[in-house]
């Protein structure tokens, strides 16, 4: 009974049994979970942990990660709303914002990739000056949005679905796409599983791992960009903890931090119950403090069952 059960939550099943029971547990403890009004208010919180994944899926699956996630989001974020402000245009806003973002990826990827230095290092650093620079650009303080048409790019809904919930769905269908169907996806679990291997076997490991970077650099743009929308200004001290939250999505969903090994159906499952674990402590009115524990726990929880997959499948 145990090994049949240890089975089941180590193989790919396990995940959905892990969500089924998570869904099941909240839905009976936690009134007015099941309303329509807190299931789009869930949905509409895991946006920029669900956007930041598809790209941080790809940097473990390298046998990479980025810390740098969450001071990106909060200086994209900044850059968006100073620029529009300073610029009376919303497009060229939301460009520097990108440009920013993937300006932040490429030097985290060189620097990794052709200077050979540690991805904790790098992004560690760079995590530390671009959240210097959010501070510095707007003196440690909140910057308003002049213009309130930058409101409806995340106030808006179509089919009474908020826009970044499908913003975010759209980038699980792409990124899902790319891990699976393309020569990018296959050589990024190919460098995770053997860097060398892949070198030998032609794939030119320094360039994909300087695009994953890039790449995560431009989606965290996208999140920053969604995410002073929605809190009405740029906040440089916003999306502080991202990083491990993301991480831990990515883990709890069956994405290896050794490297080679990845699914978009995994990270999805990850970001949900992630969601439902905080949503519930909410509802609860659980104080912050415990949160932090929780959140600890889960990303604990996380590394143990990647362990505890990976030996398995040695065995096999």
């Known amino acids: 009974m145990a090994n049949t059960l240890k089975r089941i939550l180590l193989g790919e099943q396990g995940l959905i049994v892990l969500f089924v029971i998570a869904f ?3 839905s009976l403890a936690v009134p007015n979970f099941l309303t329509e009004r807190n299931i789009l208010g869930l949905l509409q919180s895991l946006v920029t942990i669900g956007i930041v994944s598809c790209t941080m899926m790809l940097c473990l699956a390298s046998r990479d990660f980025d810390l740098s996630v969450g001071s990106t989001v909060a200086f994209t974020g900044m850059i968006a709303v100073m620029v529009s402000n300073a610029t009376g245009s919303i497009p060229v806003g939301l460009l520097a914002a990108l440009a920013a973002g993937s300006l932040v990826g490429l030097v985290n990827g060189t620097v990794i990739a052709k200077l050979r230095i540690n991805a904790l290092i790098t992004t560690l650093a760079t ?4 959240r ?3 501070l510095i650009s707007s003196d ?3 910057v308003g949005i002049n213009d309130s048409t930058f409101y409806s790019l995340a106030l808006s809904r179509f ?7 499908w913003v975010m769905i759209a980038l699980f269908v792409v990124f899902g796409f790319v891990l699976n169907r393309t020569v990018f996806g296959r050589n990024t679990l190919a460098i995770g599983g053997n860097p060398e291997a892949s070198r ?8 994909v791992r300087i695009w994953i970077f890039t790449l995560q650099g431009f989606i965290c743009a996208v999140a920053g960009i969604l995410l002073a929308s929605r809190i009405t200004s740029g906040q440089p001290n916003a999306a502080t903890g991202l990083e491990l ?3 831990s999505a990515c883990v709890l969903g069956g994405v290896s931090l050794a490297g080679g090994r990845a699914t978009i159906s995994g990270v999805i499952i990850g970001v949900l119950i992630l969601g439902i674990a905080e949503n519930a402590m909410n509802l609860l009115n659980i104080q912050a403090f415990y949160q932090y524990v929780v959140r600890g726990l889960i990303l604990l929880f996380a590394v143990l069952l990647d362990n505890l997959r990976s030996r398995a499948l040695g065995r096999r």
């Open 24 to 26: 099941a547990a909240v």
């Open 127 to 130: 995590m530390q000056i671009v």
């Open 132 to 134: 210097g620079f959010a």
């Open 140 to 142: 440690g303080r909140a």
């Open 159 to 165: 089919l009474t679905v908020p826009t970044p919930v």
């Open 200 to 207: 030998l076997a032609g794939v030119n490991v320094d360039r």
């Open 245 to 247: 939250s993301v991480i």
